[in-house]
């Protein structure tokens, strides 16, 4: 197997089988390196669907959509690539749709969240807490809040609290005080090492310090990125646009990603039956979608041997079952 050296995209083979079924409108919410967009066009010509098929292929980073749009080359005629954030994912498909005579209704979502391989080596982007950077950690480079910004200007309770809500850190306060005790003796912290050497002088050492250090730079790409309060949105936002029998996969990688992904999921399957002690012969409101995966789709070991990444992976899926398509309007 050749590796990608941009980003070695996981489940490939579940999401082809999961989503492509027919000729119809995919989009990539994460398109990163493209992998996964270039597996299911592969798909997609291997059965005769790929003549009255279009890939919305969506990104906020710059480096990713020229990689993808390298790699997808071969595709060109079925592919529209767009720089945007999966948050606007309704907005995008109608444009991309109106501008290609299509009714925006799709047939599979995929979105493959967090960052890539590629924009954590890359140094300086500031993701990494292994290698010297600027403490940037934007996926969008335009985008006005640094990670720098955050750490330099929350106040302790601020610190804290992002600590322990974005990263489940145990000792978010400790940590929290010794980043500020730091800044107000030595002024401004501007890159990843320095504030890796904080946190570090302040963990017990061993494994436990790497834990905190991946929590910390965690919590603080979270907020950078508003990375869970966009999710929620895209997801309600990307169901309504799927067609009937459309499915949406979603391959998150912590906890907290994962908890929503399965709340909304859970929330769009469920029937409402009212107020209880009120027997309904019918529901007030079906439930638009079906879980295909009632436990989350995880990595075999042979593909976490391969590729570590792989072993936090978490794949959920869900089929509307209700006619759909993106709002009017
Ligand atoms: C895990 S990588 C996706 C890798 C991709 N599936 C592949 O096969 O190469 C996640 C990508 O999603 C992008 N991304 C994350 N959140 C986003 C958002 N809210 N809107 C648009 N792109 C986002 C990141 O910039 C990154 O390139």
């Not at 969506?58 to 390298?70: F, G, K, N, S, V």
């Not at 444009?95 to 590629?118: A, M, N």
């Not at 929590?215 to 950078?224: G, S």
């Not at 067609?243 to 929503?260: F, Q, T």
Request: charge should be negative.
């Amino acid at each position: 197997m050749v590796q990608d050296s941009y980003h070695e995209p996981v489940l490939v083979a579940d999401i082809v089988t999961l989503l492509v079924r027919k000729p119809g409108i995919y989009v990539d919410g994460t398109l990163g390196g493209g992998g996964h967009s270039l597996a299911m066009l592969q798909a997609l010509f291997k059965a005769g669907f790929l003549q009255g098929s279009l890939l919305i292929g969506i990104d906020q980073d710059d480096a990713a959509l020229r990689e993808a749009r390298r790699k997808l080359q071969d595709y060109d005629d079925s592919v529209v690539l767009v720089k945007g954030n999966f948050l606007d994912i309704e907005g995008i498909i109608k444009k991309v749709c109106s501008e290609e005579g299509l009714e925006p209704k799709v047939t599979g979502i995929l979105l493959d969240l967090g960052v890539s391989s590629y924009q954590i080596d890359t140094a300086e982007r500031g993701f990494s807490y292994i290698k010297e950077g600027p403490l940037d950690m934007r996926m969008d480079s335009n985008a006005a809040v640094t990670a720098a910004d955050i750490v330099n200007t929350y106040d302790e309770r601020e610190l804290a609290r992002l600590f322990y809500r974005y990263g489940e850190e145990p000792r978010s306060r400790s940590i929290a005080r010794a980043i500020y005790a730091y800044r107000e003796k030595n002024g401004t912290i501007s890159g990843t090492q320095e504030l890796a050497g904080i946190i570090r002088a302040h963990a017990h050492g061993g494994e436990k310090v790497i834990k905190t250090l991946s929590r910390v730079f965690q919590a603080l790409r979270i907020e950078v990125n508003g990375e869970l309060d966009v999710l929620r949105e895209a997801l309600y936002d990307g169901i309504d646009c799927l067609e009937e029998h459309g499915r949406m996969a979603v391959i998150s990688y912590h906890s907290l990603e994962d908890r929503i992904v399965k709340t909304v999921f859970a929330e769009k399957a469920r029937s409402d039956w009212g107020p209880k002690g009120v027997a309904l012969r019918e529901p007030l409101a079906w439930g638009t979608v079906a879980l295909l995966t009632r436990k989350p789709l995880i990595a075999s070991r042979e593909e976490i041997d391969l590729n570590s990444r792989a072993r936090s992976a978490k794949l959920r899926v869900i089929e509307k079952i209700h006619e759909g398509g993106c709002r009017e309007g």
